[in-house]
């Protein structure tokens, strides 16, 4: 089976542009997240999805990012306009449904998009 | 708040020897999960080994071991016969015992290790 799936892989771009990052799930996978990883603060969690609906989104940084996930297999990380801090890696994660008592809390990440903001 | 530290930016070791990996963290829960992931240079973050906070035997997976000590919020990953393919960062990571909704993991700032052949 796929695992997750990213791209793009490398964005370079100016700033003041629009960058949108995709991502593809697991199939079966009803939890997506979107992590952020910056050398100065590690991994951070942006926002994260349950059944194509965003149920946390406190971890978004402002309101130049935005993100969608039209639909079971497909999502976007969007952030418009562009700044050089946020420049990251910027990975998507999907998670299985949990059991039937707790959740296990693995996540299968994609490889992640190298975005540059020049 | 949960926190994750790690306090060793870099580690070392010769090839198949053994090294380990440290790791603490803070809460007021009981129930939990540990995790360590494994960076390799391709990005992809891969899961090492899980353990659960209420299992007072420590979890292994082949080479891999841990050394949990719950009072002491203590999270160390013991990595035996060490191989050239192990060179990554290791990320300690937390997350909550949930019932519903989604495991949101904390993660420590990571490890970088390097194996010497």
């Known amino acids: 089976d796929a695992g997750v799936i990213q791209s793009p892989r490398h964005e370079v771009t100016e700033m003041g542009q629009e960058v949108t990052l995709r991502c593809k799930p697991i199939?079966?996978?009803?939890?997506l997240f979107w992590y952020r990883q910056t050398m100065m603060r590690g991994l951070e969690l942006l926002i994260y999805?349950?059944?194509?609906?965003?149920?946390?989104d406190s971890g978004m940084p402002e309101d130049r990012f935005s993100a969608k996930m039209p639909n079971a297999s497909f999502s976007t990380l969007k952030i418009q306009p562009s700044e050089p801090r946020d420049s990251a890696v910027y990975f998507c994660a999907s998670s299985p449904p949990g059991q039937a008592f707790g959740k296990t809390g693995e996540l299968f990440f994609g490889e992640g998009s190298r975005l540059t903001v020049l | 708040a949960q926190t994750v530290t790690q306090s060793q930016p870099e580690m070392s070791v010769q090839e198949a020897e053994t090294v380990t990996l440290s790791c603490t963290y803070d809460t007021s829960e009981s129930d939990y999960y540990l995790f360590w992931y494994k960076q390799p240079p391709s990005r992809q973050m891969i899961l090492v080994i899980r353990?659960?906070?209420?299992?007072?035997q420590n979890a292994t997976e082949n080479r891999f071991s841990v050394n949990f000590q719950k009072a002491a919020k203590s999270f160390s990953l013991k990595i035996s016969d060490s191989q050239l393919g192990d060179a990554a960062m290791y990320f300690c990571a937390y997350g909550g015992f949930i019932i519903q909704g989604a495991q949101k993991l904390v993660f420590g700032q990571g490890t970088r290790l390097t194996i010497n052949p």
């Open positions: 999805f349950n059944n194509n609906v965003p149920i946390d």
């Open positions: 199939s079966g996978h009803d939890y």
């Open positions: 353990q659960e906070a209420y299992k007072q």
